[in-house]
C-alpha cells in the first residue's frame, strides 16, 4: 500500500537560511509525487510535482524537489527561505497517472525566525 | 478564472444534525475529489467522483456520509447524523485532462 512520511512535524529556520523538508515514500511502481503547501486556515496549494524526466523539478516561490529513487525520497529545498514562507508543508504521492487518490504525509510546520 | 470553490467556509452543527458541504470545481474539470484533514493529521482520501458516477468510494466511512456530484451543480458530501469526531476540516480538489489535482479552502466543520 501506498504511503509518504514526512519524518519533521516542526522545522525552525531563519530568515535567509536553507531549507529542506523531508519526504519518504512507499510505493511498488513508479510514483507521481507532489508538494503542497497551506498557510494557516487556507487551502492547498501546490509547488511543484514530479511525473518523470528530470529528478530534479522546479516550482514556485523559489521552491525545488529532487526525486531519488534509490532512497525512496523527494525532499524539498529551498536556498534561501523568507518570513512568508511560514507555513505547512504536505507531500504528497499518486498511484497512478491520471484521475487517482493522494495519499498525504501529516505535514510539516515550518517557522522562520526574524 | 475561478478556482476551485467550496462553501460554507466555516459549518457549525450540534450532534445529531446532517451537515452539506459544497465544492464547485475549476471551470473545465470534470473529476472531484474530497480529502478529510482531523486536527495535526495530514488529508485523508475519502471519494472520488466524476459527473454522475462515484469511482472510488474506498476512504468513506461506512455509514452517514455520502457524496454525489450531479450532471448540474456542484459535488455534496452529506453527513448525517453528525458525531463530534466528524469535527474536521473537508477539503475539496478537482482535476481536467491532467494529473494535478487543485484544492479549495475547505470547509470547517464543527460539531457541537
Known amino acids: 500500500a501506498q504511503s509518504v512520511t514526512q519524518p519533521d512535524i516542526h522545522i525552525t529556520v531563519s530568515e535567509g537560511a536553507s531549507l529542506e523538508l523531508r519526504c519518504n515514500y512507499s510505493?511498488?511502481?513508479?510514483?507521481?509525487l507532489f508538494w503542497y503547501v497551506q498557510s494557516p486556515g487556507q487551502g492547498l496549494q501546490l509547488l511543484l510535482k514530479?511525473?518523470?524526466?528530470?529528478?530534479l523539478v522546479q516550482g514556485i516561490k523559489g521552491f525545488e524537489a529532487e526525486f531519488k529513487r534509490s532512497q525512496s525520497s523527494f525532499n524539498l529545498r529551498k536556498p534561501s527561505v523568507h518570513w512568508s514562507d511560514a507555513a505547512e508543508y504536505f507531500c504528497?504521492?499518486?498511484?497512478?497517472?491520471?484521475?487517482?487518490?493522494?495519499?498525504f504525509g501529516s505535514g510539516t510546520k515550518l517557522n522562520v525566525k526574524p | 478564472n475561478a478556482g476551485v470553490m467550496q462553501n460554507p467556509r466555516h459549518l457549525v452543527r450540534r450532534r445529531g444534525q446532517e451537515a452539506r458541504l459544497r465544492c464547485s470545481p475549476m471551470k473545465g474539470h470534470s473529476h472531484v475529489y474530497w480529502y478529510r484533514q482531523l486536527p495535526e493529521e495530514g488529508l485523508k482520501f475519502m471519494v472520488y467522483?466524476?459527473?454522475?458516477?462515484?469511482?472510488?468510494e474506498s476512504g468513506m466511512p461506512k455509514e452517514r456520509f455520502s457524496a454525489e456530484f450531479p450532471k448540474e451543480g456542484p459535488s455534496i458530501l452529506r453527513i448525517q447524523q453528525v458525531v463530534r469526531g466528524d469535527s474536521a476540516a473537508y477539503f475539496c480538489?478537482?482535476?481536467?485532462?491532467?494529473?494535478?489535482?487543485?484544492f479549495g479552502p475547505g470547509t470547517r466543520l464543527t460539531v457541537l
Open positions: 510505493y511498488g511502481a513508479t510514483p507521481y
Open positions: 480538489a478537482s482535476s481536467g485532462e491532467t494529473d494535478t489535482q487543485y
Open positions: 514530479y511525473f518523470s524526466g528530470d529528478t
Open positions: 467522483l466524476q459527473k454522475e458516477n462515484i469511482i472510488d
Open positions: 504528497a504521492v499518486g498511484a497512478e497517472r491520471s484521475f487517482n487518490k493522494f495519499y
